[in-house]
T-cell receptor, first 114, second 114 residues
C-alpha cells in the first residue's frame, strides 16, 4: 500500500538558517505530492504541491521537487523565520486508490528560535 | 479557505455518552473525510463520503459512524464515547480534477472523553 515517511522532529533552527525536511514515499500509481503546515490550534493548510515527476512546488519561500527516481519530495527553505514554527506534514494522493485516498506522514515539528 | 466549518470546536464529555460532530461545507464538494489526529500517528482516516448517503470506512472506523443526508453536511457520531477517542478531529474536502485533487481541512474539533 501507499506510505509516506518523513524525518522525525522536533527540528530546532536559528532564525535565517536553511531548512530541509526529508520526505520519501511509496505508491502503487502516479501520485500527487503535498506539503501541509499546521500552526498551533489550527487545521492543516496546504503549503505546496506537485502533480508529476520533476515538478517543483513553491509557496512563501518554501520549495519541494517531485523526484520520481528517488521517490522523494523534500521540503526546503533558504532562510527560516520564527513565524515558520509549526508542524509540517508530507502527503500523497494516489488516484489509483479508488476513493481519492490521501496518505499522510506523521509530521515534523519545526521550532525556529530568534 | 475552502468554506469548511466544524462544530463544536471543543467538547468535553463522559465515557459512555453519545457525541456527534458536524462538518459543513459551502462549495458543493463531492468527497468529504473525517480524520483524527493523535501524537505520533499523524492523521488517520476514520470514514469518508463520496456523495449523499454514500459513505465508507477508513483505517480506524471502529466505534464511529457517519451520515451524509445533504451534500453540505457530514456528521461523525461516537455512539458510546471512550477515553481512547479523546483526540482532535478534522474534517476535509477534496477539491479539483482527478489527477490534481487537493484536500482542504476544517479548523478541527478537540474532543475530551473523561
Amino acid at each position: 500500500g501507499d506510505s509516506v515517511t518523513q524525518m522525525e522532529g522536533p527540528v530546532t533552527l536559528s532564525e535565517e538558517a536553511f531548512l530541509t525536511i526529508n520526505c520519501t514515499y511509496t505508491a502503487t500509481g502516479y501520485p500527487s505530492l503535498f506539503w501541509y503546515v499546521q500552526y498551533p490550534g489550527e487545521g492543516l493548510q496546504l503549503l505546496l504541491k506537485a502533480t508529476k515527476a520533476d515538478d517543483k512546488g513553491s509557496n512563501k519561500g518554501f520549495e519541494a521537487t517531485y523526484r520520481k527516481e528517488t521517490t522523494s519530495f523534500h521540503l526546503e527553505k533558504g532562510s527560516v523565520q520564527v513565524s515558520d514554527s509549526a508542524v509540517y506534514f508530507c502527503a500523497l494522493s494516489d488516484p489509483s486508490g479508488g476513493y481519492q485516498k490521501v496518505t499522510f506522514g506523521t509530521g515534523t515539528k519545526l521550532q525556529v528560535i530568534p | 479557505d475552502a468554506g469548511i466549518t466544524q462544530s463544536p470546536r471543543h467538547k468535553v464529555t463522559e465515557t459512555g455518552t453519545p457525541v456527534t460532530l458536524r462538518c459543513h461545507q459551502t462549495e458543493n464538494h463531492r468527497y468529504m473525510y473525517w480524520y483524527r489526529q493523535d501524537p505520533g500517528h499523524g492523521l488517520r482516516l476514520i470514514h469518508y463520503s463520496y456523495g449523499v448517503k454514500d459513505t465508507d470506512k477508513g483505517e480506524v472506523s471502529d466505534g464511529y459512524s457517519v451520515s451524509r443526508s445533504k451534500t453540505e453536511d457530514f456528521l461523525l457520531t461516537l455512539e458510546s464515547a471512550t477515553s481512547s477517542q479523546t483526540s482532535v478531529y478534522f474534517c476535509a474536502i477534496m477539491s479539483g480534477q482527478a489527477s490534481t485533487d487537493t484536500q482542504y481541512f476544517g479548523p478541527g474539533t478537540r474532543l475530551t472523553v473523561l
